[in-house]
């Protein structure tokens, strides 16, 4: 994870203006939030800096607009949403660079809040344009990112700009979930169990691989299970195979073998002849799935065994759900792993938004030790790789 990076403790902010990148990107719907817990935690850093007198000018992006501006992904609702949590007024800028933006920041009082307009508006954000990184930096005296969930991305906003405006900082969001995640990867109590699902396989082998050095145990759920189902010559019906990768599947079994870590497949399934939840859905062993069949969530026997796998873990690591948890009719299996690590006697870290998202649901995300909210940097993180943001916050 590397040595601790300066922090919020680093910086004298009262009077001055300090640029904070957020990770504002929330679902929306019909220009309602539906899920605020990305902006709840960015509050523990917002209140230390309006405590102590700063002049806070926020920019986040928000769902993939594609570089032009698109009214479905403006952040204005979420400006509403974080003043009625903050308590506080927040103002809202039409753009996050140009003559206005900058007036608005200029603007702001001590303590007082500015959100600005969704990066993503401009792809030179994505690009880690330094051009416009420098407009962005026109916007504040000072640097804080505390966006873990886009510290994968080299960004205009998350790297650029904090090789510009100093002191640039870990916010307190950004310091825990390096703290958190630090702790579950680099010095785990075994058992260490991780649970790992999702779609496809092919965007987790960096994954897997790292993990098989790591754990003692990995589950694997979601329509990932069946690329390795069908590299043990299993029948897999219609559900999603990545046949290209079922080489790669065996290999992974094979390594895990090798490394003495018991890799756990599910062995019943929920099918269905439709992933949208408009056919009939019935039990089935992972034996022989019929010609017609798609898996679409783990079955009952497959959530014993797993919670059985889970009973004596002392650190446990789960990303990724477990079928297609957006039908709630194939949420089930997620559902009850969710309770599963809720119930560990141990240290428990889970990220990606669907597995949080069914914590959430259950009430259960407080009976966890940690709640990521950034999937894919932790996920990078677990593979060893750099996160550009967190590379450019300079060492304590």
Partial sequence: MGARKKGLRALEPRGRRVLVRVDFNVPLRDGEIRDDTRITAALPSLRDLRGRGARIVLMSHLGRPKGKRAPEFSLRPVAARLAELLGAPVAFADDCVGPAAEEAARRLADGEVLLLENLRFHPEEEKNDPGFAGRLARLGEMYVNDAFGSAHRAHASTEAV???????????????????????????????????????????????????????????????????????????????????????????LEQATRRGVELVLPVDCIVSTATDGSAPATTASCDALAPDAIGVDIGPESVRLFEAKLRDAKTVFWNGPMGVFEWPRFAEGTKAVAEAVAKVDGYTVVGGADSIRALAELELVDDVDWASTGGGASLELLEGKELPGVMAIPED
Avoid: C
């Fill in 162 to 252: 904090a090789r510009r405006l100093h002191p640039a900082v870990a916010g307190l969001l950004m310091e825990r979930e390096l703290e958190y995640l630090g702790r579950a990867l680099e010095q785990p109590q075994r058992p260490f169990v991780a649970i790992l699902g999702g779609a496809k396989i092919s965007g987790k082998i960096e994954v897997i691989e790292a993990l098989l050095g790591r754990v003692d145990r990995l589950l694997v759920g979601g329509a990932m299970m069946f690329t390795f189902l069908r590299a043990r010559g299993r029948a897999t019906g219609r559900s999603l195979v990545e046949e290209e990768h079922v080489g790669t599947a065996t290999a992974l």
